[in-house]
């Protein structure tokens, strides 16, 4: 009875799941794709690009030092900043009489 009720709810997930995979193959491929992969990457190049990664990494260490040191000297006194006082308020309109 069990089995009865399972059935009538795999087979229709499977049949529509098979019939989703046939027509998404016409439009995608199923096969993996095709990647060229080039040798042509020697140890000289290897080489010369980890040196320059460890220089950039050492250049990015030194800017963050300035940026902090920089930062620091960066000092805003309140006091010095004297500003004008604010313009009067306009005048309110009268109120029409009749």
């Known amino acids: ?27 995608n491929a199923f096969s993996t794709p095709a990647i060229e992969v080039k040798s042509n990457f020697d140890a000289d ?20 030092r300035e940026h902090r040191r920089s930062e620091r000297r960066i000092v805003v006194v309140e006091g010095d900043l004297k500003l ?10 009268e109120a029409p009489t009749n």
């Open 1 to 27: 009875m069990k089995y009865k009720y399972l059935l009538k709810r795999i087979i229709p997930f499977a049949i529509a799941l098979g019939i989703g995979l046939l027509l998404a193959g016409f439009f």
């Open 45 to 64: 190049q290897f080489r010369e690009l980890r040196i320059e990664n460890s220089e950039l990494k050492r250049e990015n260490c030194r800017l963050k």
């Open 84 to 93: 004008p006082p604010p313009p009067p308020a306009p005048i309110a309109p």
